[in-house]
């Protein structure tokens, strides 16, 4: 081997020692490339891309406002005449507008009064949104009363109910007390029966009970009626007066809410 191919071989060991061989590098590389590469594609487009007329519209219309009126302007020129100054208000008294009104410019294709009646509809519907609100309200707040309300009475109806037991037993009682074997009325007393006896003469109970179409209500008021002017006997006080003097003088009265 010769001096100079001895040198060429040295020289291509050393390159090949700094050349960097770690895995996947050349791959990022590329990577890094293209996106580098599509990027600066993406500025030339844009750089190179032709504005629309509506685009060239609004930057000369954009331009134009910005930019103070001069003395070409017919109008400004006859201000000044007037003595007007430039950023001095309008009026006699220079208390109106200092900058001109500004200019709203219309890019829709809708007819004039379009944005009025979607505004109008927007309105209407919250109006209409707001109103089936009330009515939903007004419907629960009622239901609850009429709740309330069958709540109430359905307590009322079981504490008479309670109250006419309690009559009827102490009317069998205190009738029996005076040698009373047959109550005045069948619904008076309470009949305590055998239990095999109660299976059979059940339905015939219940059409003597309906029989009275008497509310439980009617009953407790003639029964009420009957223990105090027969027994002077009040089932509130749970007492028997000495008589009806005693009664009227020591009884609050002849219902339940009287004993409140």
């Known amino acids: 081997m010769g001096e100079e191919e001895e040198d060429d071989y040295m020289s291509d060991i050393f390159i090949n020692t700094k050349q960097d061989v770690r895995p996947g590098l ?8 293209t996106i580098q590469k599509e990027e600066r594609q993406k500025e030339a487009n844009e750089k190179n891309r032709q504005k629309s007329i509506k685009e060239e519209e ?3 219309r954009d331009t134009v406002l910005q930019s103070a009126l001069g003395n070409e302007n017919k109008g400004f020129a006859l201000l000044q005449k007037m003595g007007y100054k ?4 309008l009026g006699k008294t220079g208390k109106g507008i200092v900058e001109p009104i500004p200019l709203n410019i219309k890019t829709g294709r809708s007819g004039l009064g379009h944005e009025e009646q ?3 509809k927007a309105e209407e519907k919250l109006e209409n949104y707001r109103r089936k609100i ?7 707040e009622q239901a609850a009363d009429q709740f309330r309300v069958r709540f109430k009475n359905k307590q009322e109806e079981r504490k008479i109910e309670g109250d006419l037991r309690k ?3 102490a009317c069998q009682q205190l009738d029996s007390q005076k040698d009373i074997n047959i109550p005045k009325e069948i619904w008076y007393w309470m009949e305590s029966e055998p239990e095999e006896e109660k299976d059979e003469e059940k339905e015939e109970d219940e059409d003597e009970y309906k029989s009275s179409d008497l509310s439980a209500s009617e009953k407790l008021q003639i029964l009420t009626a009957y223990l105090r002017g027969e027994h002077f006997y009040c089932i509130w006080c749970g007492t028997a007066y000495e008589d009806s003097e005693d009664l009227s003088s020591n009884c609050p009265g002849d219902s339940s809410a009287a004993h409140d």
Do not use: F, I, L, N
Not at 26 to 33: D, F, L, N, S, T
Not at 134 to 139: D, L, R, S, T, V
């Open 86 to 89: 430039t950023g001095q208000a």
């Open 58 to 60: 609004k930057e000369r």
């Open 134 to 140: 009330h009515m939903k309200k007004q419907a629960d």
């Open 118 to 120: 979607k505004k109008r």
């Open 167 to 169: 009559s009827q037993k």
């Open 26 to 33: 050349p791959m990022v590389r590329r990577v890094k490339e």
